[in-house]
Nanobody
Framework: QVQLVESGGGLVQSGGSLRLSCAASGSISSVNTMGWYRQAPGTKRELVAAITSGGSTNYADSVKGRFTISRDNAKNTAYLQMNSLKREDTAVYYC???????????????WGQGTQVTVSS
């Protein structure tokens, strides 16, 4: 089992910045991919960014150039630096990690509890 705890959400004005953190604990040796999803009211949860233990990253088109995902493997923590925030970035942000279902690694598999990010105009 892997536990994920997010922090760093809050209220910010449009154009501002926030940094989210996700601390992983438990059976972390099995974790390769960590990432962030978000879900606004009435919408589906969507992938924002993901990073592998080797540092390969993937971003949603809507956040490219504004958000940066990073990871400190020694601290078992992933970060999401969010710059130039827009009102449409308002959502609950969830940390996610991969896990094994049988012999297969699946991402996302583990979820954090979520942290609210609200961008005001």
């Amino acid at each position: 089992q892997v536990q994920l705890v997010e922090s760093g959400g809050g209220l910010v004005q449009s154009g501002g910045s926030l940094r989210l953190s996700c601390a992983a604990s438990g059976s972390i040796s099995s974790v390769n991919t960590m990432g962030w999803y978000r879900q606004a009211p009435g919408t589906k949860r969507e992938l924002v960014a993901a990073i592998t233990s080797g540092g390969s990253t993937n971003y949603a088109d809507s956040v490219k150039g504004r958000f940066t995902i990073s990871r400190d493997n020694a601290k078992n923590t992933a970060y999401l630096q969010m710059n130039s925030l827009k009102r449409e970035d308002t959502a609950v942000y969830y940390c996610a990690a991969d896990g094994y279902s049988g012999s297969y690694s699946t991402f996302p598999y583990y979820w954090g509890q979520g942290t609210q990010v609200t961008v005001s105009s």
